[in-house]
């Protein structure tokens, strides 16, 4: 059985681990890759599908890590969580906004088709943390 990866790229968050652990967690083969991976070599993996992590800088920031842009142009279901999201946002052309006070909440989280992902496993029901200090908008 040819076993397709979630890869889990990290931008340097210290919860990148926790991220692929959570997702081996759930039944489903994950691999932690740098951002410095290529479209090409992260092709080359044949992901299932990829989880962009936070990092430890905001994504704006001078020397922040990125990602080649190409890899949204290879089809792939991808994740963005936290600065990971923003940088997938401002890639596809979104904007991310500042507002004034940070909104933070717990939300629950449910994955009910991991299957539709990675071939079979079972549903995920978390508790899961919601900020809102930078919405990501579509650009119009």
């Not at 991220?19 to 092709?43: D, F, G, P, Q, T």
């Not at 044949?46 to 949204?72: C, K, M, N, R, T």
């Not at 990971?84 to 909104?103: F, H, P, S, T």
Request: charged share 20%.
């Amino acid at each position: 059985m040819d076993l397709r990866p979630v890869l889990v790229v990290d931008f340097g968050a210290q919860y990148a681990q926790l991220i692929a652990r959570r997702v081996r967690e759930a039944r489903v083969y994950s691999e932690l890759v740098s951002h410095r991976l290529s479209a090409s070599e992260i092709a080359a993996r044949h992901p299932a599908a990829l989880v962009l992590s936070g990092g430890p800088a905001s994504g704006y920031a001078e020397g922040a890590p990125q990602i080649d842009p190409a890899v949204f142009e290879l089809g792939v279901p991808t994740l963005g969580i936290c600065d990971g999201m923003k940088l997938m946002a401002g890639d596809l052309g979104g904007a991310v906004d500042r507002v004034e006070q940070a909104v933070e909440a717990e939300r629950n989280l449910e994955v009910g088709n991991w299957k539709a992902v990675a071939g079979g496993a079972a549903p995920v029901d978390r508790a899961a943390a919601a900020t809102a200090g930078r919405p990501v908008c579509a650009r119009l």
